[in-house]
């Protein structure tokens, strides 16, 4: 698995791209996120949303209409596409909010995309359709704003909810020890190291 990550906008979110094909949280800076696209000589197919935040998704209207990218959100945070408040899309940015719809919803389970294969983990807490994107065979995930290198995703926002992350937290904290984890912000670890830094 070819993969790459570039972190886009003010809060520093990663942008991955795998394959060259599948792109991972388009971002909130547009230019950076052509540029990122541009150097790695990508044919984005699919762009994957993993929570509805605006500085994860505000690139997500343009990869649609630039590249003809598939956009890919779980149903229940799909309303951050089409409604700023729903995103929490602050007063100030410097990609603007333009409304936009899914081509078609991740559901619990597997789903083939740019040659992996992988499981949808639905993750609510951080938001109620929040998920991880997880490879056994390339012992990857992607997981989003549930669980950072060190800590998790905040529950103080609109949607959030701590018992449910402590939950979604479980499950993933059961996937194996050489589980590469590539998070929404920050640096990435290995599963192992970071159940590790959880249970003492
Ligand atoms: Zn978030």
């Not at 993993?50 to 003809?68: N, P, V």
């Not at 410097?94 to 294969?117: I, N, R």
Request: net charge negative; hydrophobic share 40%; glycine share 12%.
């Amino acid at each position: 698995m070819l993969l790459s990550v570039k972190a886009l906008g003010p809060l520093e979110t990663n942008c991955y791209i795998v394959n060259g094909a599948l792109l991972i949280d388009p971002g909130d800076d547009v230019p950076g996120l052509d540029a990122f696209i541009r150097e790695q000589g990508a044919h984005v197919e699919y762009a994957l949303i993993t929570h509805g935040h605006y500085d994860h998704m505000l690139g997500a209207a343009h990869l649609q209409k630039a590249y003809g990218a598939r956009l890919l959100i779980s149903r229940a945070d799909e309303q951050a596409l089409f409604s700023p408040e729903a995103a929490l899309v602050p007063a100030e940015t410097e990609t603007p909010f333009t409304p936009c719809h899914a081509d078609a919803y991740l559901e619990e389970g597997p789903l083939a995309l740019a040659d992996v294969k992988f499981t949808v983990i639905p993750t609510p807490g951080h938001t109620p359709g929040g998920i991880c994107l997880y490879s056994e065979a390339e012992k990857t995930l992607f997981s989003g704003d549930t669980l950072f290198r060190y800590g998790f995703g905040r529950t103080d926002m609109p949607g959030g909810d701590m018992h449910l992350l402590v939950e979604s937290l479980r499950t993933l904290l059961r996937l194996p020890d050489d589980t590469r984890v590539w998070p929404g912000h920050g640096e990435g670890g290995l599963m192992g190291d970071i159940r590790r830094s959880y249970y003492r």
